[in-house]
């Protein structure tokens, strides 16, 4: 993280820098265009005034002679180094000035323009055809003062290279300055990555620059979710190793017994003490197994539940896409579940049920209604009615919330200990049953899992328990 921040400020700093230096030299370049400009309209002004300054040979036949106009005089000693001129003939003989100011002889009478690059100095050279006092000649002034043509040369020492120093420098500085910058994120993560799995204590906000703080925060906010995570977790399997110590204790416990009896079987010798012996085996055989049975369905529920318990969970979930479901099937396939169980112990289990849907997982919320219609039928006497419903109800806020109700007419729950019977394996003390005190928590657990809201209250004439869930959306 440390070494990619290094990395990418000193780029981003120095990519502006560098647009900055680019458009410099664009202005540069336009401020000597334009001064280039300016000097060619100069060139050309001054091109009458050297063709006024040739004069005719004296005596006829020699060479012509140069006599300078104020301006022309003024022109050459103001740029004396960098200037010239030259006087040719149209055949392009030159008569006067210098022989390397030249150039392509003109064609028509318009000043022409170009550029000459003559001892390590670019010239601006102006031509023009014009009739002198020795006649029709080609008249050329050199100028090597021009900003312009100077421009690519003087770019190297007095633009480039101070500006490459100043970015070099910058860029050195900004490094500097990132590391400076970085080392609280640095020594952050050096004491996080020394930190054990178990170590969650939260990290010393103030100790950390403003900029980090939001980070810290967030980070001391896992660290607590985590730490209570594994607290509810550690709590979670002793609880289960608790619940499951007790029916296994008693499955061993029935084993032993029925071992016990069939090694004492062969010591018996006199036939009827054996048969005697034999017959009370096959009653106490028949007991052990039932009990053996009891034992084994209630550690097979216990299991069963905690597995669902676990799948419950919503960061198990998080990779489970949810779905529709319809809840007046879900309603349907339960009640014929239990329709058995519900005529055996002579319960009317009835269904009230209008089409309905509400987003989760079809599996789990099954689950959740199971275990409500389950806790139902285990603990409504004979002769009681439990009935299921789904259909729309009326939230906090007024808007219509789908919604699962299970009812019963049987003992139902203390309004104290409404709360406290969601919790895992609480029982009402005096409870009868092979409950494990799981049913409810693990409806409770789902129910939350979807966003929904598992509400217990009283039957509608004060007797049983009404088991509600309303679904957020």
């Known amino acids: 993280m440390s070494s990619a921040l290094r990395t990418r400020l000193p780029l981003m700093l120095a990519l502006p820098l560098c647009l ?101 100095t670019t010239y601006r050279v102006a031509m023009q055809r014009a009739r002198t006092g020795a006649g029709e000649l080609v008249l050329a002034l050199a100028d090597g003062s021009d900003p312009q043509q100077q421009w690519v040369r ?41 930190r054990s799995p178990q170590d969650l204590r939260p990290i010393d906000e103030a100790a950390s620059p403003d900029e980090v703080r939001p980070l810290v925060h967030s980070l001391n906010r896992l660290f607590a979710l985590v730490d209570a995570q594994a607290e509810a977790q550690r709590r979670f399997v002793a609880d289960a190793a608790h619940q499951l110590r007790t029916p296994l204790a008693g499955l061993q416990a029935q084993v ?19 048969a005697q012996h034999a017959l009370g085996a096959i009653v106490l055989g028949t007991q052990q197994i039932e009990k053996l049975r009891h034992a084994t369905r209630r550690t097979s529920q216990l299991a069963h539940q905690l597995l669902t318990l676990s799948c419950a969970d919503a960061r198990s979930l998080a990779v489970q896409p949810p779905q529709r479901v319809d809840l ?24 009230e049920a209008q089409p309905v849907q509400a987003t989760g997982h079809g599996g789990l919320l099954r689950e959740l209604l199971s275990n409500l219609v389950d806790n139902a039928v285990k603990y409504t006497p004979a002769g009681g009615v439990v009935t299921i419903r789904c259909g ?63 509400n217990l209250a009283c039957g509608p004439q004060g007797r049983g328990l009404l088991a509600t869930v309303l679904f957020s959306g």
């Open 20 to 120: 900055l230096m680019l458009v410099g030299l664009w202005l540069d370049y336009r401020a000597a265009g334009e001064a280039a400009g300016r000097y060619d309209q100069l060139l050309a002004q001054l091109l009458p005034a050297l063709a006024e300054s040739v004069r005719a040979p004296e005596p006829p036949g020699r060479a012509p002679r140069l006599l300078p106009t104020p301006p022309l005089q003024d022109f050459l000693q103001r740029n004396a180094g960098v200037s010239g001129y030259s006087v040719r003939d149209r055949a392009g003989r030159l008569l006067l000035g210098d022989a390397w100011v030249r150039g392509a002889l003109p064609a028509t009478q318009a000043p022409e323009f170009h550029s000459l690059e003559f001892r390590a």
């Open 154 to 194: 003087q770019l190297l020492m007095r633009v480039l290279l101070p500006n490459l120093a100043l970015l070099i420098a910058t860029g050195l500085v900004i490094h500097w300055a990132v590391r400076q910058a970085v080392k609280p994120l640095v020594g952050l993560a050096a004491a996080v990555a020394r």
């Open 256 to 274: 032993e017994a029925w071992a016990m009896a069939a090694r004492a079987a062969p010591a018996q010798k006199t036939p009827a003490v054996s």
């Open 328 to 351: 007046k099937d879900l309603c349907e396939s339960v009640l014929e579940a239990f329709l058995d169980a519900a005529t055996g112990k002579g319960l009317d289990l009835g269904l």
């Open 392 to 454: 729309w109800r009326l939230g906090h806020a007024g808007a219509p919330q789908a919604c699962v109700e299970v009812e019963d007419d049987g003992p139902g729950v203390p309004d104290g200990e409404h709360a406290r019977v969601l919790q895992r394996f609480y029982r009402l003390p005096g409870a009868g049953g092979e409950g494990t005190g799981l049913g409810l928590a693990i409806a409770d657990e789902i129910a939350r899992t979807h966003s929904a809201v598992l």
